[in-house]
């Protein structure tokens, strides 16, 4: 298992135009290095690589390495999108609780507007009780 995003070509071209060291892009030990370069030439004999046990003991350490660094990604990459999740919903919770403040001013506006009726129907009731009144004490005396 390799990581997906260690290429060997590129490795082998990194650095060798000025760009930067490519034991340093990939992290690598100056061993691990020379295990690449000599894997990449080994022959292949039925289907098994010719390859010393030293090298071969690097070469698993490294691609133990890269398994462990790819699932460290893939459990980053889960909780990333959990929390994206997580915060797309508070954000639809927000727009939630925009609109019912927005409907609730828009009642409270009916509502003030309803009272501002009621209360103009009071005062003008109450005008013409009073003018009853003061007719009743003229047509008494």
Same mark, same amino acid.
Request: charged content about 20%; cysteine-free.
């Given at each position: 298992? #390799?990581? &997906?995003?260690?290429? &060997?070509?590129?490795?082998? =071209?990194?650095?060798?135009?000025? %760009? &930067?060291?490519?034991?340093? =892009?990939? %992290?690598?030990?100056?061993? #691990? ?8 030439? =080994?022959?292949?004999? %039925? ?13 698993? +350490?490294?691609?133990?390495? #890269?398994?462990?660094? /790819? ?12 929390? !994206? +999740? ?11 609780? !925009? ?5 609730? /001013?828009? *009642?409270?506006?009916?509502?003030? %507007?309803?009272?501002?009726?009621? !209360?103009?129907?009071? *005062?003008?009731?109450?005008?013409? =009780?009073?003018?009853?009144? /003061? ?7």
């Amino acid at each position: 298992m #390799t990581h &997906p995003e260690f290429n &060997p070509d590129l490795w082998m =071209v990194v650095g060798s135009s000025g %760009g &930067p060291d490519k034991n340093l =892009v990939y %992290g690598l030990s100056n061993t #691990t290095a020379d295990n690449l370069r000599s894997t990449r030439s =080994v022959s292949i004999v %039925g289907s098994s690589q010719s390859i010393s046990s030293s090298q071969s003991k690097e070469f698993v +350490a490294l691609q133990q390495h #890269t398994a462990q660094l /790819t699932n460290k990604y893939d459990h980053l990459s889960a909780e990333y999108a959990q929390l !994206k +999740a997580s915060h797309a919903q508070q954000r639809a919770e927000s727009e939630q609780i !925009k609109a019912s403040q927005a409907q609730q /001013t828009a *009642e409270y506006e009916q509502q003030k %507007g309803a009272y501002e009726q009621q !209360k103009a129907a009071y *005062e003008q009731l109450r005008e013409m =009780v009073m003018n009853m009144a /003061t007719h009743r004490s003229f047509l008494a005396v």
